[in-house]
């Protein structure tokens, strides 16, 4: 990748997804002790950064692959943004759900054009069930996280934010699948080489800050973190990326993820979910290193269930 | 009033407060049969359109009256807004809060400079409670709402929110004390002659909907309503005001309040408070009085207490 890919990757998914704006608060730079300039994604189409690496995904296939439709497994936002990317490209979009998925994630799937097959809770069943689909349909299986063209599609909010404020000294993202942090951190490299990469990462789930350490992708027993968008486990596409271009990564327990959310909320006014905090959380633990320097935060989506928010 | 000293009054609160941005959404307008302008005051300075009428209310007095300081009673945000703006403007904010006041109020009031007293819990005792500190303190006595420089105040969001969208047919406030009511009404009379200004209203606080009809300041026995920004009674400074200039107030039940709140959270992705919800309702319930018109909303704050949502 280079400067002129990228700018053609932010080229071709313009028309799609939208340029999402990027807002301070005087309160909370005097609380994180720098400059914070949060890149809110939670205002892109269907609420999540998703979009972005789902709509280059799709323009990326070829014209018959595009007539046989794309099959993802998700519950989560990337199968909202595979449904309204591929709607908004005319193409079918086939999600494999568990069956556990809450009816809400289910029913926003289909508000989006997205056909639903509801499988067993287990990743062998989800990947059973889109196996049969790309075989029966012919679909093409876009992956959440671990894909080159998901990958870049990612890195365009970095890029953007970077438009927006060239003098950035770091960028935090919150780290999960690892699609957004590998994304933004190759972008970073190319736009802002002097702008240096951080992840913050529930320590209820922490497998991406073993995995740097250890340099092998490792897995989590459990996963009883409130960012439920982070639960997902790091590939062998965008790993690699992060062992090279990320400098590091913060975890941060649950009480801290909440205080984040709820300075957020309450200061900035904006509804973004608790995976969204995560980033914030972790600079806000390590602010000591980034004293009077300027911060980008990726604000990676907005989807809440207001019916099962994590406030008392 | 005329263009001339509303635009007087502009400039001269516009140092010590935000021009707040005007937000849309396509899913929004589709829900609606129309297109919706929301002017969000949630992003104001302390997050609500009060600071705007607190900031004109001191500005319009003597060096001497300044000197003294300034004194109301109030539990909601515009004991907040009184107190920033006080503050920002190097005058004393004696601020006679009820001891059924919540904790976290109180906090905010002091963290803005206000000097608390805490009275009983009554209207007689507020009353009393602040006369005493006008005597002591000779300090200036400023309504929340009635009050005609918090009124004129009050109506400069609306004249920002014109001059985005200079063609709109019409802007709904919520009303509680009337202040933002008759400040909008008497703004749009002005700027927007042919737009039309509506008020939503709790049912269950329907005090200003029984008013415009008997003719006479009505009151409320009872106010369980989750929009506590309205449990307030208009007065005879904005009475005549809203008598004059607005068209119609619309009385929505709590359900529909919620109903209206949820979809402000979940898709335009910003933190507002129940009472900013209702004049989304009241639009929303008469939708068809409104079809393919330009409709503006005053999103009146966002100041939530996230351990007591209105959610279940």
Partial sequence: MNKQSYLQICEKIAPYIHRTPVLSSQLINEISGCEVFFKCENFQKMGAFKMRGATNAILNLTAAQRAKGVVTHSSGNFAQ?????????????????????????????????????????TLEDREESSKAIEQEKGASFLHP???????????????????????????????????????TALATSIFAPDCKVYAGEPAEVDDAYRSLK????????????????LKTQLGDRNFPIIQEHVKAIFLVEETEILEALKLIWTRMKIVVEPSAAVAFAALLKNKGLFKNQKVGIIISGGNVDLDNLPFN
Same sequence: chains 1, 2.
């Fill in 81 to 121: 943004a595979l449904s309204l990317a591929a709607r908004s490209l005319g193409v079918k979009a086939y999600i494999v759900m568990p069956s556990s998925a809450p009816k809400v994630k289910i029913e926003a799937v289909k508000a989006y054009g997205g056909i639903v097959s509801i499988c067993p809770p």
């Fill in 145 to 183: 996280s671990n894909d080159d063209d998901v990958i870049h599609g990612q890195g365009t909010a970095a890029i953007e934010l970077l438009e927006d404020h060239p003098s950035l000294n770091a960028i935090f993202t919150p780290v999960g699948g690892g699609g957004l942090l590998a994304g």
């Fill in 214 to 229: 250890s340099g092998k992708i490792e897995t989590n027993e459990t996963a009883n973190t409130m960012a439920d968008g």
